[in-house]
């Protein structure tokens, strides 16, 4: 066998062996580029959300190529298939409508946060009636919690502006996922954290999926691939040291 032949029955068995190395499919991946520790494109690897996410669609066959939008854009991009992979929704039945989701690569406990000189406890959901509560609209804190006519909801477009109104007594409480939180306090308001509490019974657990437009008509593939790509890193230990390499934002 001459050097000609013998290289193209290498390349062909690597093939056979290893197609999603020797083939990847690009694939859209789209975030807010708002939401850190998770997703901002000024952190290392746009975040550690985009890094488990980008690194399991590798493994998974895929060559992602990450873009930003509002969260406004990405819901109506994902319903049209403008947009592949939302790489950081929490699940909502309405979402599953149009949304094939993965399994949860991470775990997202969502929190309360508080004035310390407010003499409140949160036990359980009766106990925010009577409360104004700054939210984000559209995000999906939990079904009950996004459906509640009792509770006063104030809605901001951010944060930060939350948080903000917290401090000067506009609003009683507002909440987001705890890694958020303290990233936001730490980052955007260090000297405030001394005034602020973030409450220890969270309102709910939510997973971090990825999230692939039904019209994509790989969708189904793409949701299968990237869940054992996840359970590999797992096993491997590539997700907890890139989790670890990410903590030193929200400590």
């Given at each position: 066998?001459?050097?000609?032949?013998?290289?193209i029955?290498?390349t062909?068995?690597?093939?056979l062996?290893?197609?999603?190395t020797?083939?990847?499919?690009?694939?859209?991946?789209?975030?807010?580029?708002s939401?850190?520790?998770?997703?901002?494109?000024?952190?290392?690897?746009?975040?550690?959300?985009?890094?488990?996410?980008?690194?399991?669609?590798?493994?998974?066959?895929?060559?992602?190529?990450?873009k930003?939008?509002?969260?406004k854009?990405?819901?109506?991009g994902s319903?049209?298939?403008?947009?592949?992979?939302?790489?950081?929704?929490?699940?909502?039945?309405?979402?599953?409508?149009?949304?094939d989701?993965?399994q949860?690569y991470?775990?997202?406990?969502?929190h309360?946060?508080?004035?310390?000189?407010?003499?409140?406890?949160?036990?359980?959901?009766?106990?925010?009636?009577?409360?104004?509560?700054?939210?984000?609209e559209?995000?999906?804190?939990?079904?009950?919690?996004?459906e509640?006519?009792?509770?006063d909801?104030?809605?901001?477009?951010?944060?930060?502006?939350?948080?903000?109104m917290l401090?000067?007594?506009?609003?009683?409480?507002?909440?987001?996922?705890?890694r958020?939180?303290r990233?936001?306090?730490?980052?955007?308001?260090?000297?405030?954290?001394?005034m602020?509490?973030?409450i220890?019974?969270?309102?709910?657990?939510?997973?971090?999926?990825i999230?692939?437009?039904?019209?994509?008509?790989?969708?189904?593939?793409?949701?299968?691939?990237?869940?054992?790509?996840?359970a590999?890193?797992?096993e491997d230990?590539?997700?907890?040291?890139?989790?670890?390499?990410?903590?030193?934002l929200?400590?």
């Open positions: 066998m001459n050097k000609y032949v013998h290289s029955a290498v062909f068995l690597l093939f062996v290893c197609p999603a020797a083939m990847a499919f690009d694939i859209n991946v789209v975030h807010s580029g939401w850190p520790p998770y997703a901002d494109e000024d952190l290392p690897e746009q975040g550690l959300a985009i890094d488990l996410v980008t690194t399991a669609l590798k493994r998974a066959g895929y060559n992602p190529q990450v930003t939008a509002s969260l854009q990405i819901l109506e319903k049209t298939g403008i947009y592949d992979v939302f790489a950081t929704p929490w699940y909502t039945m309405d979402r599953d409508q149009y949304l989701f993965s949860p991470l775990q997202s406990s969502i309360f946060i508080k004035r310390k000189d407010t003499p409140f406890e949160y036990t359980w959901f009766d106990d925010l009636e009577g409360m104004t509560i700054g939210v984000i559209d995000y999906a804190y939990e079904e009950d919690f996004n509640a006519k009792a509770i909801k104030v809605s901001a477009s951010s944060l930060e502006e939350n948080l903000q401090i000067d007594r506009k609003i009683d409480l507002t909440l987001d996922d705890e958020v939180l990233y936001t306090i730490s980052q955007s308001m260090p000297q405030s954290m001394v602020l509490d973030i220890a019974k969270p309102l709910a657990m939510r997973g971090i999926n999230g692939v437009s039904r019209q994509n008509p790989d969708h189904a593939m793409i949701v299968s691939r990237f869940n054992k790509a996840i590999e890193m797992k230990g590539t997700h907890d040291m890139i989790v670890q390499k990410h903590k030193a929200y400590r």
